[in-house]
């Protein structure tokens, strides 16, 4: 079964199509600047890869964009539309309406539609996505898979703010978390690596990218994690703030006259790594100018790598102890000057990196010594085979619902 994965930001659609039997990425790409007049379209995998100008006004131009390019033409992947047995949807929020992935009607539309408030840019984007499908494969089968549903679990002792308790109830504000196919994916890899279930585990799973989160995942549940209502809480990122002392909004919007829009730009786009760094918000950059000797670029590399280091011990404090701690993402899988400081201390806690296996690269593998009692893997994430995989099952059992009802009638 070929599944096609699409992961539509406000303006980019990336897509890949993966044969799920064999576990193979069929073809790769994005549509970005999608909606500019300097909107391009990249398309194949790594070293084939093509980037093409192309004028795309909306999604649903994009996804015609992205039909074409899979069915003809030089890197044509599959012959025809009817290649592709069903599609998957990243959807950023689910709210409290949906603690696992499911098959897309017109109620779950309206769902996504009702959420939007509370992730304004990446569930309107979806919804232009499954548009976008539905004008032109319109009787295939659709899946949301939700990056909050893995954090439905959460007990409400670890969702709630210590807020009104009127705003939970008249707008649903609570955490929610976010990457959670990620979080998912990794927890469930890291068990298989370890051979362990795990059900029998406590993990505490970093993505530590761009964006950046951790969860703790105790015996299978997750029980608590970093980001919040919106993305911006939790971990120091690239470029969002992380949290901070509340107060600070309402004290830089009163001296510098900023709106709520000003204000939450601030947060999002200008803050993290960059804010603190005033250089970038890469990683690679940063330690590239720290070690030219800027200050603000180290201090900004501290700062994220402490940011992390308190996490492992609140999650450690939530779960009575930790088994595994994994990392993955652009930093998390790649960054070995990152991962030195974030486990630097720790070996009080029975966490012990190990120098050379932290120099090593490449995909799973276990860094922390033989000694150490709680191990340290980095199992690279693979969000979208997850949705490949979930969009899969829900379809097959549909099928099967479908031809069980037909015998019994
Ligand atoms: P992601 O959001 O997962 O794509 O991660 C992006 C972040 O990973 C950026 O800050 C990159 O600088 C960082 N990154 C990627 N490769 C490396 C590397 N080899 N060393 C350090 N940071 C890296």
């Known amino acids: 079964m070929n599944i096609l994965v699409l992961n539509a930001g406000s303006s980019s659609l990336k897509y890949q199509l993966i044969n799920i039997e064999t576990q193979t990425v069929l ?15 990249k398309h194949g995998i790594d070293e084939n890869e093509v980037v093409i100008d ?3 006004q909306d999604h649903t131009e994009a996804m015609k964009v992205v039909l074409d390019t899979l069915t003809s033409g030089p890197h044509a992947a599959i012959s025809s539309m009817d290649e592709i047995d069903a599609i998957g949807h990243r959807i950023v929020q689910g709210g409290k309406y949906f603690d696992r992935s499911v098959l897309i009607d017109d109620d779950v539309v309206s769902r996504i539609d009702e959420l939007a408030e509370l992730a304004p840019l990446h569930n309107k984007a979806a919804l232009m996505g499954i548009d976008a499908c539905r004008t032109y494969m319109p009787d295939k089968p659709m899946v949301a898979v939700f990056d909050s549903a893995y954090f439905q679990t959460l007990p409400p002792k670890a969702f709630m703010y210590g807020i009104p308790y009127e705003y939970y109830e008249k707008y649903g504000v609570r955490k929610y978390g976010a990457h959670g196919t990620s979080h998912r994916y990794i927890a469930e890899r890291a068990a298989d690596f370890i051979d362990e279930p795990l059900e029998d585990l406590k993990i505490i799973t970093c993505h530590l990218g761009n964006g950046c989160s951790m969860s703790a995942i105790d015996h299978g549940i ?10 911006l809480d939790g971990l120091i990122m690239g470029t969002r703030s992380g949290a901070i002392d509340p107060a600070i909004s309402t004290f830089i919007m ?3 006259g900023l709106t709520p829009s000003q204000m939450s730009d601030v947060l999002n786009k200008k803050s993290g790594l960059l804010g603190i760094s005033g250089v970038s918000n890469d990683m690679r950059d940063l330690r590239k100018a720290s070690e030219e000797g800027n200050e603000r670029a180290q201090l900004a590399y501290e700062m994220y790598s402490n940011s992390v280091k308190k996490y492992i011990g609140q999650y450690i404090a939530v779960m009575g102890g930790v088994d595994v701690i994994v990392l993955t993402a652009g930093v998390g899988e790649n960054c070995d000057k990152m991962r030195r400081m974030i486990f630097a201390g720790l070996q009080p806690l029975g966490i012990e990196l190990d120098f050379e296996r932290n120099k090593e690269r490449g995909g799973e593998r276990e860094i922390s010594t033989d000694e150490s009692r709680v191990q340290i893997l980095v199992i690279p994430t693979d969000e979208e085979y997850m949705i490949a995989r979930d969009t899969f099952e829900i379809v097959q059992e549909t099928l099967q619902e479908e031809l069980g009802e037909r015998r019994i009638a």
Request: aromatic share 4%; charged share 25%.
């Open 222 to 231: 997750a029980v608590d994690t970093s980001m919040g209502l919106t993305p």
């Open 254 to 256: 009163e001296h510098e």
């Open 27 to 41: 073809a790769k790409g994005i549509c970005e600047r999608v909606g500019s007049a300097d909107s391009f379209h």
């Open 54 to 56: 192309t004028p795309m």
